[in-house]
Nanobody, 126 residues
Framework: VQLQASGGGLVQAGGSLRLSCAAS????????MGWFRQAPGKEREFVAA?????????YYTDSVKGRFTISRDNAKSTVYLQMNRLKPEDTAVYYC???????????????????WGKGTQVTVSS
């Protein structure tokens, strides 16, 4: 599968952005999906994950709970990350990830990721 992320940009603190990740190739519902991010000088970290079916089970890292929402549109083969009340510490390159025949738990824990998209830069100014 190929993953194409978009929607990053520069926003002031308190603002919102919506990231999109379009998948092409294998059937989209074969993949659990997730978002990760990497800030300058830091390791890549988990942000959010969503399951393939079963009511779209979701997970979030604690720092984004209540502010970010992950969702997917299987008809459009796209996963989204709605980011509200952005903070300067959210500044990072955001990566879309896909786990074939995986689940949200495995994507969250990192070992369930098979494919990575190119990142999209999110910069939050104070």
């Amino acid at each position: 599968v190929q993953l194409q992320a978009s929607g990053g940009g520069l926003v002031q603190a308190g603002g919102s952005l919506r990231l999109s990740c379009a998948a092409s190739g294998r059937t989209f519902t074969s993949y659990a999906m997730g978002w990760f991010r990497q800030a300058p000088g830091k390791e890549r970290e988990f942000v959010a994950a969503i399951g393939r079916w079963s009511g779209f089970i979701t997970y979030y890292t604690d720092s984004v709970k209540g502010r970010f929402t992950i969702s997917r549109d299987n008809a459009k083969s796209t996963v989204y990350l709605q980011m509200n009340r952005l903070k300067p510490e959210d500044t990072a390159v955001y990566y879309c990830a896909a786990g074939l025949a995986s689940d949200a738990t495995s994507v969250r824990d990192g070992f369930g990721v098979d494919y990575w998209g190119k990142g999209t830069q999110v910069t939050v100014s104070s």
